[in-house]
């Protein structure tokens, strides 16, 4: 069972920049709702109860957007409009948000092990709320891969195929299809230049986790930037014991590049 899905949401979002300078990049909105209510929103779907997110300074407003805004609520009812904050407050009763800060940023892996406190010792979900997923089947992305989890109960990551000239802008892997969709992690690099690179399937902000990353990542080595990657941990973790890497099913916009947030306002939009 997973229960528990960890949001890294620390970084400064300097790609946005001056409109993350003092709200945080996971309140940017997508039509009228914040990145991370999106992320939030499929982890429950997915069957998770705990949110556990990890904050950083100049992110207060996340820990409010969960909350109940007595006045508000109050305001909206007199007004007959309580309707506008049905999905929150639904968000709010059906699970709980737990917060820890990560004092220096010093990379995703860095992030993810600052969530241990939060987590504790059991697999858990992991959610960038900068890459917007969504699908048409019914299951979202993080309940695939819960799917896949309870059948093989290793780490799972979600992945897709990106143009060779985008590779150096993600972890990439080499890995074995196994069944299809389905691969053997051999193998991890993070943002290799495009001749470096071992396949065209880069790792996207998806992924299952089990609890001995958490060992792993305090022996990883930062790296040139002094950040410690998940990507070097999972490496050790995929030849130590197993990590598999799923072709997910659906559309995933990266709302952490401008492009990606402007095309997800659009075509969100348009499917209204
Ligand atoms: P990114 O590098 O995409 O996000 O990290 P960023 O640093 O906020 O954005 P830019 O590059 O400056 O525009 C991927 C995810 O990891 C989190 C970020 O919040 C984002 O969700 N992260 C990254 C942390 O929580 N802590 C870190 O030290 C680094």
Do not use: W
């Amino acid at each position: 069972m997973i229960r528990k899905c960890l949001f890294p949401a620390a970084g400064y979002g300097t790609r946005f920049l001056p409109a993350t300078k003092a709200i945080p990049k996971e309140m940017l909105p997508v039509n009228t709702k914040p990145l991370i209510q999106y992320g939030v929103e499929e982890a429950l779907d997915a069957g998770c109860d705990t949110m556990a997110i990890v904050t950083g300074r100049g992110k207060r407003a996340i820990e409010d957007h969960f909350d109940i805004s007595y006045e508000l609520e109050h305001q909206l009812k007199s007004a007959k409009k309580e309707h506008l904050l049905k999905d929150i407050r639904e968000i709010i009763n059906n699970c709980s948000f737990t917060y820890i800060r990560q004092n220096e940023m010093k990379g995703l892996g860095h992030a993810i092990l600052t969530g241990e406190k939060l987590v504790g010792n059991e697999s858990f979900g992991v959610i960038l709320a900068d890459d917007l997923c969504i699908n048409d089947n019914g299951k979202s992305i993080l309940a695939q891969m819960i799917d896949l989890y309870n059948r093989f109960e290793c780490s799972i990551i979600a992945i897709q195929e990106v143009d060779s000239k985008d590779l150096s802008k993600y972890g990439v892997i080499d890995g074995k299809e196994i069944e299809s969709g389905i691969y053997e992690v051999k193998s991890m690099i993070e943002k290799p230049e495009p001749q470096d690179a071992p396949s065209n399937l880069a790792v996207i902000g998806r992924y299952i986790l089990t609890p001995d990353i958490f060992r792993i990542l305090l022996d990883v080595a930062p790296d040139k930037k002094g950040e410690i990657q998940i990507t070097d941990a999972l490496k050790i973790q995929a030849q130590s014991s197993r990590v598999l890497a799923y072709k997910f099913k659906g559309i995933r916009y990266d709302c952490g590049s401008i492009e990606g947030f402007v095309k997800a306002n659009i075509d969100l939009y348009k499917r209204k």
